[in-house]
């Protein structure tokens, strides 16, 4: 699609649309809505709608004077004495401590540092590792997020471990004894489905594996239970529904339990018992630091530290109640505002298999969403066809969603007709 194709116009910032016989009120929800004054603590701007939060979270409105700080006094003025003085050395654990509540975690038993992707090697490697001899299979979600999947076939080529890819929904039910341990994720970066952890957990348990959680598109935008639900390892991004900002450092989750036989395949002197000993031999620190491995990356792990904020006072069942109330309304909009089969909703419409995005695939899915940022709704495009649309509970307004859907209408009804790619093609 040419952008002469669609009306470029950028449309003017109207009320939201009134109630229907079907829907609530925009207005209305955003009045009874417990968590609306969240917002405040983010820099958000009223001339977009901002749905992506799901990839890249909004700044919240503490980081930049907390940023300032560090690089002006503690890197400027403390300078190597920062270390010590401002904190910086214990940054990791201390962030994870932060994190841990989020994630259904008791302190000690998470650390951040690296990126997603850095950690899921650690934690599966660590994991084929306690799994032991005999165990001599990986599995990973079939659908999953690139770089877990080529992680876990990695891993695979590196233990000597064959790679099994199987549907998400059938994973737990894959494993067996020759299971050593499967990469699972929390919520599909897709479809926006949910899985139950707790279950899939005990079955892989039952079969004598361990799991490796994938929390990217569950921290920070749902419950998790880490420690009720037994989950052996997890990792999750810092930088959506946690907003990080762009690049923050990821977070690894090693159950208490398991710390001691953790063997990170990247040791470093970070990770090591006593870092100023320099030893030539390897010593594990005690606890969860034994996941960390070179010099912590101060300025996002900081900048992470601030948004976490944000969190003083939330309920994490609140921001969950929000969410399933957003996508709920969001779908509702959709269902009574395009005409019928414009679009398809991949995204599960019962509650208890629903992360906090709702996906919908058109045929023409790039060319709508490239519109749709144009006329100032943020979400993102994943291929093949699908228009992926993220909540953030603690500053997505209902105000929002029902721009969203009215914008989406207009870029819908604008496509040419008799397109290759318009409804119906
Ligand atoms: C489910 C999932 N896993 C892993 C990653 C990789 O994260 P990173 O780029 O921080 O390694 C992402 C996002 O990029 C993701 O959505
Ligand atoms: N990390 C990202 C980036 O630097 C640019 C654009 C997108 C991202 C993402 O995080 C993608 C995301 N993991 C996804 O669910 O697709």
Not at 127 to 150: H, K, N, Q, S
Request: contains cysteine; glycine residues 10%; charged residues 20%.
């Amino acid at each position: 699609m040419s952008e002469t194709q669609v009306n470029p116009v950028h449309p003017p910032r109207t009320a939201p649309t009134p109630a229907t016989s079907e829907t609530p009120d925009a207005a209305a929800l955003d009045a009874a809505d417990p968590l609306a004054g969240l917002r405040d603590r983010f820099v958000l701007d009223d001339d977009t709608v901002y749905l992506d939060g799901n990839s890249l979270g909004a700044l919240p409105a503490g980081v930049p004077a907390r940023l300032a700080d560090v690089v002006a006094r503690e890197w400027g003025e403390l300078r190597i004495r920062s270390w010590t003085e401002s904190g910086w050395w214990t940054a990791p654990e201390r962030v994870g401590d932060r994190i841990a509540p989020l994630v259904g975690a008791a302190p000690g038993q998470v650390v951040v540092g690296d990126s997603t992707g850095v950690n899921i090697f650690k934690a599966l490697v660590a994991a084929v590792r306690m799994a032991g001899e005999g165990r001599e299979e990986i599995l990973v979600d079939g659908d999953t997020f690139p770089t877990d999947g080529y992680l876990a076939a990695s891993v695979a080529r590196m233990t000597g471990r064959e790679l099994r890819r199987v549907p998400a929904a059938a994973i737990a039910d894959a494993a067996g004894p020759r299971t050593a341990v499967a990469l699972v994720n929390h919520v599909d970066y897709r479809t926006g489905e949910l899985y139950d952890a707790a279950a899939v957990t005990d079955r892989l348990h039952a079969a004598g594996a361990l799991v490796v959680l994938d929390l990217c598109h569950s921290a920070g935008a749902l419950p998790v239970r880490l420690d009720d639900d037994g989950v052996d390892l997890a990792v999750g991004c810092g930088y959506k529904y946690l907003n990080g900002g762009p690049g923050a450092p990821a977070f690894l989750y090693i159950r208490a339990g398991h710390q001691p036989r953790f063997d990170s395949p990247l040791p470093g002197w970070n990770s090591h018992a006593d870092p100023f000993a320099m030893t030539e031999e390897h010593v594990p620190a005690p606890g969860v630091a034994r996941g960390r491995v070179g010099t912590p990356d101060i300025l996002s792990m900081l900048a992470l530290e601030a948004a976490l904020e944000v969190w003083e006072g939330v309920d994490i069942a609140e921001v969950r109640a929000k969410s399933l109330a957003l996508t709920d309304f969001f779908l509702a909009r959709v269902a009574e505002t395009l005409p019928a089969g414009t679009v398809t909703p991949v995204t599960p419409r019962e509650h208890e298999r629903r992360g906090s995005q709702v996906s919908l695939r058109h045929p023409a899915a790039r060319e709508v969403m490239a519109e749709l940022i144009r006329r100032g709704v943020i979400g993102d495009f994943r291929a093949p066809d699908l228009l992926r649309f993220g909540f953030t509970p603690l500053y997505t307004s209902f105000a929002d969603v029902d721009r969203a859907v009215r914008v989406l209408a207009e870029v819908l009804a604008d496509l040419p007709a008799g397109s290759s790619y318009g409804p119906g093609a």
